[in-house]
C-alpha cells in the first residue's frame, strides 16, 4: 500500500484548502480510509475518516472527506480555517473491518503534507 499526500500550504486564517492522498495498491476493496493530523509533542489525532461504502464516519466540523474511485484520491477539504488547524496531515489506512478512533490502529500511513494557517 502506498499513499501520497499533498496540498498542503501556508494559508490565512478564514481560508479554504483541500488536501489530496493519491492511494494505490490496496488489496482490498473497502478498507476504512482517514486523515490525522499531528502537532509537535501530541499524538495524531483523527480528523475525518470514511468506510469502504464511501461513508463518512467521522469529521470534524469544517472538515469534509471524500473519495474519488475512479482516480483512487482521498480528499479532505477544509474550511474556515483557523490558527489552531495548523499541523501535519496523514492519511491513513486499515484494511480490517472497523473504522477505529485512534491512530493506532490504523497500518498504512503516507509521509504527511504540513498546513500552516496563520
Known amino acids: 500500500v502506498q499513499l501520497v499526500e499533498s496540498g498542503g500550504d501556508s494559508v490565512q486564517a478564514e481560508g479554504s484548502l483541500r488536501l489530496a492522498c493519491a492511494a494505490s495498491?490496496?488489496?482490498?476493496?473497502?478498507?476504512?480510509m482517514g486523515w490525522f493530523r499531528q502537532v509537535p509533542g501530541k499524538e495524531r489525532e483523527r480528523i475525518a475518516t470514511?468506510?469502504?461504502?464511501g461513508r463518512t464516519i467521522y469529521a470534524k466540523t469544517r472538515f469534509s472527506i471524500t473519495y474519488d474511485k475512479d482516480t483512487n484520491v482521498l480528499y479532505l477539504q477544509m474550511t474556515s480555517l483557523v490558527p489552531e488547524d495548523t499541523g501535519m496531515y496523514y492519511c491513513?489506512?486499515?484494511?480490517?473491518?472497523?473504522?477505529?478512533?485512534?491512530?493506532?490502529?490504523?497500518?498504512?500511513w503516507g509521509q504527511g503534507t504540513q498546513v500552516t494557517v496563520s
Open positions: 491513513a489506512v486499515r484494511l480490517n473491518s472497523g473504522c477505529p478512533v485512534f491512530a493506532k490502529d490504523f497500518q498504512y
Open positions: 495498491g490496496i488489496p482490498y476493496r473497502d478498507p476504512c
Open positions: 470514511m468506510d469502504g461504502y
